[in-house]
């Protein structure tokens, strides 16, 4: 900052008798002449204040222009002034390090040397001839670099005008793309192994879940299959006794219809013949149970391809809850209150997953407590059907609230959790269009509500 002037005093003493300016001042008296000289000195006074100014304006401009400078070195697109004919009037550091070649050097040169060649000249003097006065917006064009290499680069172009409206040139900025188009190539091959990676955890997730029901499964099977096989081996007896019945019948004529009725009665065949039927019957319920838990399974354990069907909620929840409660321990207790008729559009397996996970992990954490317990309730709640999983466990910590559905995020000891059961269950409930949230009780313990949209009528 320049430092003020301070104005010298004149002096007010007389001049002598033989000077010029004496014989000017003959006729004025002594006030007057001080006056003249006061004047003088307020002139003087100004032409210092204004002087001082105009230094302070000077060194802000001079600070403008150095913060000008330093923020086109900085810019990493580049920046061209031109004038109205198109010559270079004035570039950033970045164009000199694209051209390779020194401010000097671009300096009066057209604009349209910088680009790679006849054809992409001719096209940008046309775009600039039809566009320069509205200017030009994210229009590709390839310049030559200074490895003599061809780079597309994005270009804009806004034209400079004087405060009368009279056009002075334009001013061009571009950023190469070449290198955005190897990074957005090499996010969306991030994003493809990213899916895959994120199918491969689903599926391992199946795996795991699929492993803990293995008991379950296999308990749920043995009941059919035992009455089935019970059913067929007494089948085999009565087999046996009929075809000795029938055989004696029909060896000709009977001499003693009392022997054939004493064989009718040992061989209990009224009963047998009454009995079949039921036989029957049981094993073709238990044929049927089995295909549908087997069907089930294979739903649920399948590489799901999302393909919506109706899906009939009371059924995946009854499913899920029997076959968790089959491999947990006997005082894990499961309370389930439905309305009749519960319907979501999705997949099955899919909601069946997300459901067992739920049950899972509060049949975990109640693992502790005297009595376990879990209560299902659901209702509809307008255009959704609200699920809501309400366990008497310890609850949730507070800080690990708003981490409960990050991937790999588990309270589990470590190798009792891989922390992508709530994180794959709150991906497949967002693709269903639902909702999955987690909170404490007042009372203790947690409460899960599974929201999902109803089936469209």
Same mark, same amino acid.
């Given at each position: 900052?320049?430092?003020?002037?301070?104005?010298?005093?004149?002096?007010?003493?007389?001049?002598?008798?033989?000077?010029?300016?004496?014989?000017?001042?003959?006729?004025?008296?002594?006030?007057?002449?001080?006056?003249?000289?006061?004047?003088?000195?307020?002139?003087?006074?100004?032409?210092?204040?204004?002087?001082?100014?105009?230094?302070?304006?000077?060194?802000?401009?001079?600070?403008?222009?150095?913060?000008?400078?330093?923020?086109?070195?900085?810019?990493?697109?580049?920046?061209?002034?031109?004038?109205?004919?198109?010559?270079?009037?004035?570039?950033?550091?970045?164009?000199?390090?694209?051209?390779?070649?020194?401010?000097?050097?671009?300096?009066?040169?057209?604009?349209?040397?910088?680009?790679?060649?006849?054809?992409?000249?001719?096209?940008?003097?046309?775009?600039?001839?039809?566009?320069?006065?509205?200017?030009?917006?994210?229009?590709?064009?390839?310049?030559?670099?200074?490895?003599?290499?061809?780079?597309?680069?994005?270009?804009?172009?806004?034209?400079?005008?004087?405060?009368?409206?009279?056009?002075?040139?334009?001013?061009?900025?571009?950023?190469?793309?070449?290198?955005?188009?190897?990074?957005?190539?090499?996010?969306?091959?991030?994003?493809?192994?990213?899916?895959?990676?994120?199918?491969?955890?689903?599926?391992?997730?199946?795996?795991?879940?699929?492993?803990?029901?293995?008991?379950?499964?296999?308990?749920?099977?043995?009941?059919?299959?035992?009455?089935?096989?019970?059913?067929?081996?007494?089948?085999?007896?009565?087999?046996?006794?009929?075809?000795?019945?029938? %055989? =004696?019948?029909?060896?000709?004529? @009977?001499?003693? #219809?009392? &022997?054939?009725?004493?064989? +009718?009665?040992? /061989? !209990?065949?009224?009963?047998?013949?009454?009995?079949?039927?039921?036989?029957?019957?049981?094993?073709?319920?238990?044929?049927?149970?089995?295909?549908?838990?087997?069907?089930?399974?294979?739903?649920?354990?399948?590489?799901?391809?999302?393909?919506?069907?109706?899906?009939?909620?009371?059924?995946?929840?009854?499913?899920?809850?029997?076959?968790?409660?089959?491999?947990?321990?006997?005082?894990?207790?499961?309370?389930?209150?439905?309305?009749?008729?519960?319907?979501?559009?999705?997949?099955?397996?899919?909601?069946?997953?997300?459901?067992?996970?739920?049950?899972?992990?509060?049949?975990?954490?109640? %693992? =502790?407590?005297?009595?376990?317990? @879990?209560?299902? #309730?659901? &209702?509809?709640?307008?255009? +959704?059907?609200? /699920? !809501?999983?309400?366990?008497?466990?310890?609850?949730?910590?507070?800080?690990?609230?708003?981490?409960?559905?990050?991937?790999?995020?588990?309270?589990?000891?470590?190798?009792?959790?891989?922390?992508?059961?709530?994180?794959?269950?709150?991906?497949?409930?967002?693709?269903?269009?639902?909702?999955?949230?987690?909170?404490?009780?007042?009372?203790?313990?947690?409460?899960?509500?599974?929201?999902?949209?109803?089936?469209?009528?």
């Amino acid at each position: 900052m320049p430092t003020m002037k301070t104005a010298r005093p004149m002096s007010t003493t007389v001049p002598p008798a033989n000077s010029p300016l004496a014989a000017v001042t003959d006729g004025l008296g002594e006030q007057a002449w001080i006056e003249v000289i006061q004047k003088m000195d307020e002139v003087y006074n100004d032409l210092l204040q204004y002087e001082v100014a105009l230094e302070e304006k000077n060194a802000a401009l001079e600070d403008s222009h150095q913060f000008i400078e330093s923020v086109l070195a900085s810019m990493s697109d580049i920046v061209i002034v031109c004038d109205r004919n198109g010559n270079i009037e004035e570039v950033n550091p970045s164009l000199c390090h694209f051209a390779g070649k020194s401010n000097e050097d671009l300096a009066h040169t057209p604009l349209f040397e910088l680009f790679a060649d006849d054809a992409e000249r001719n096209k940008a003097r046309e775009v600039f001839a039809r566009f320069g006065r509205e200017g030009v917006h994210d229009c590709e064009f390839f310049l030559r670099a200074g490895d003599g290499s061809t780079v597309p680069v994005s270009m804009n172009c806004t034209p400079r005008v004087s405060q009368t409206g009279k056009l002075m040139g334009m001013v061009v900025t571009g950023r190469p793309v070449g290198e955005l188009r190897r990074a957005y190539h090499a996010l969306r091959q991030a994003h493809d192994d990213l899916k895959r990676t994120q199918s491969q955890l689903l599926h391992a997730e199946k795996m795991v879940s699929l492993g803990r029901l293995v008991a379950g499964v296999a308990h749920e099977l043995n009941n059919p299959i035992s009455f089935v096989l019970g059913n067929v081996l007494s089948l085999k007896r009565y087999s046996a006794r009929l075809e000795s019945y029938l %055989a =004696a019948v029909h060896s000709g004529p @009977l001499a003693d #219809d009392a &022997r054939l009725g004493d064989m +009718r009665q040992t /061989l !209990r065949i009224d009963r047998i013949l009454a009995d079949m039927p039921k036989l029957i019957d049981g094993m073709i319920e238990g044929a049927e149970r089995t295909r549908d838990i087997v069907d089930a399974l294979k739903r649920f354990s399948a590489v799901d391809k999302m393909t919506p069907e109706r899906v009939s909620l009371n059924e995946v929840v009854e499913r899920s809850v029997r076959w968790v409660v089959q491999s947990a321990s006997s005082k894990f207790a499961v309370d389930v209150d439905l309305p009749p008729d519960l319907h979501c559009p999705g997949s099955s397996g899919q909601l069946q997953q997300v459901v067992m996970n739920l049950i899972q992990n509060a049949c975990d954490a109640t %693992a =502790a407590q005297p009595t376990a317990s @879990l209560r299902i #309730d659901g &209702r509809r709640d307008g255009e +959704r059907v609200v /699920l !809501r999983f309400v366990d008497n466990g310890p609850g949730i910590a507070d800080e690990f609230l708003g981490r409960l559905f990050e991937p790999f995020f588990t309270t589990k000891p470590v190798g009792q959790g891989t922390g992508l059961g709530l994180s794959i269950s709150y991906g497949i409930v967002d693709r269903h269009g639902g909702r999955l949230s987690a909170a404490n009780l007042p009372d203790g313990g947690a409460e899960f509500t599974l929201a999902l949209p109803v089936e469209a009528n």
